[in-house]
């Protein structure tokens, strides 16, 4: 049966069917082959349709929708003037400045491929204005999106804990260190490179003099309200006012406010335009869960997690070298499957093993999970970050190779130490009284 499964789905993969029919496929393949197999098409639907159904995975349409709403509002090119206002004469001053706004606005919409999309349309045409090579400008803008998925309030995050029965609120204060240590490694590599390469000093000292003339209180008056945003909505669930699913509410009606009524970046009558926008962003990633839910089952049926489990234990006698595999698979994965449903297909498969079996704490390893496979948003062939910051680039995702393997790297060196130094994913959720 399971034979049948892999079968159906690397068919159906082949010959370019969409990412839920394969899992689809997979689940219906024991009953196909098995007529007896419980998991018939009326039962997998009723487990689609309560796989859907779930309080805490409304929090993804929200977040999907005020990422939307601050997209079209231009919020990220206010917060990366606020630290341009900063940091923009120094040689790597605009890419930190880049990376720093990708952390913040990655705090808004939780997701890596909107934040890339967000903040290249609007850093990308500044970098090349001022020197800096496209590619490079690109790749830094890629890694940067990666950093959404990693920075709480993060989707990821939230599929994990819902699939698994994790706390949320513990996993979203567990990747504020990790996140910021991705984007230290990144701005590292940007001084590097800048040093080495060079910049058109006289062109970011003019820009950085235009931006200086508007004055501090100008910069911080126009840049303070999309500040303002990732401090509510996490202090929401912080200060346990809000559980994630209504703080994600929270951040809708904010981002509406703040782009209509304040910013004027967004009429009314261009409401429902982002309402299909935010539908349709999220209507795939709801598909997905649906189906992986049966899928799930299916696994839990045949017993897989416990005879994968008995495979790895038998395989590594120690945790050190199951995770390191765990990484390195899931990279793979990660080169030709999408975030969205690697989180959503291996979370529950691997938890029961990892945890369970290898007595991994469970937010550590959603940590790591999450920051794995949002490597896989920059990782040649398909990393969609890549594909994003190349088109507003207007380079080849091709001729981008050398800058994906170079942030590649540095993503990977951060993701070790977040992996082998539990303290880093843990320290802060023990701070605040988390139960970890």
């Not at 990892?354 to 390893?365: D, P």
Request: proline share 5%; aromatic share 12%.
């Amino acid at each position: 049966m399971i034979a049948a499964m892999v079968i159906f789905f690397v068919v159906i993969l082949l010959i370019g069917g969409p990412i839920f029919m394969c899992l689809g496929g997979a689940a219906l393949a024991p009953y196909l082959v098995d007529s007896t197999f419980k998991a018939s098409g009326d039962f997998l639907t009723r487990l689609m349709v309560g796989g859907a159904n779930s309080t805490v995975m409304l929090a993804i349409p929200m977040f999907v929708l005020a990422g939307v709403i601050m997209g079209v509002g231009g919020i990220s090119e206010k917060i990366f003037n606020f630290f341009a206002y900063f940091v923009g004469r120094r040689p790597a001053g605009i890419p930190c400045a880049v990376i720093l706004t990708s952390i913040i606005y990655g705090a808004i919409c939780g997701a890596g491929g909107p934040a890339a999309a967000a903040v290249g349309a609007m850093a990308i045409p500044i970098m090349t204005r001022l020197g800096y090579d496209r590619k490079f400008s690109a790749g830094m803008v890629a890694a940067g999106g990666g950093i959404g998925l990693i920075i709480p309030p993060s989707l990821g995050y939230v599929i994990y804990g819902s699939l698994t029965g994790t706390s949320v609120g513990a996993i979203f204060v567990a990747g504020f260190l990790p996140g910021i240590l991705i984007g230290v490694c990144l701005m590292v590599y940007a001084a590097f490179f800048c040093r080495k390469h060079g910049v058109d000093q006289a062109k970011l000292d003019a820009n950085f003099h235009e931006l200086r003339q508007k004055g501090f209180w100008k910069v911080f008056k126009d840049s303070f309200w999309a500040l303002l945003s990732p401090v509510i909505i996490l202090g929401c669930i912080y200060g346990g006012l809000t559980t994630p699913t209504e703080a994600a509410v929270i951040s809708v009606w904010y981002s509406l406010i703040i782009c209509v009524f304040i910013y004027r970046t967004i009429r009314i009558k261009e409401l429902i335009r982002l309402l299909r926008e935010g539908v349709a962003g999220y209507a795939g990633i709801a598909t997905i869960i649906a189906f992986s839910t049966s899928l799930t089952r299916v696994f839990e049926m045949l017993n897989m997690p416990a005879k994968i489990g008995a495979f790895m234990t038998a395989t590594f006698s120690q945790s050190w070298s199951m995770l390191l595999a765990v990484i390195v698979v899931l990279l793979i994965i990660g080169m030709f499957m999408d975030v969205m449903p690697s989180m959503i297909i291996f979370s529950p498969l691997l938890y029961p093993i990892v945890v369970g079996m290898y007595g991994v704490n469970a937010v550590h390893f959603g940590i790591i999970l999450t920051s794995t496979v949002a490597l896989g948003l920059i990782t040649p062939p398909y990393g969609l970050n890549i594909f994003v910051s190349a088109s507003i680039a207007d380079v080849e995702p091709g001729k981008m190779f050398k800058q994906c393997i170079a942030v590649s790297i540095c993503y990977f060196i951060a993701m070790m130490f977040i992996t082998y130094i539990p303290s880093i994913s843990l320290f802060l959720p023990k701070l605040l009284g988390f139960s970890v």
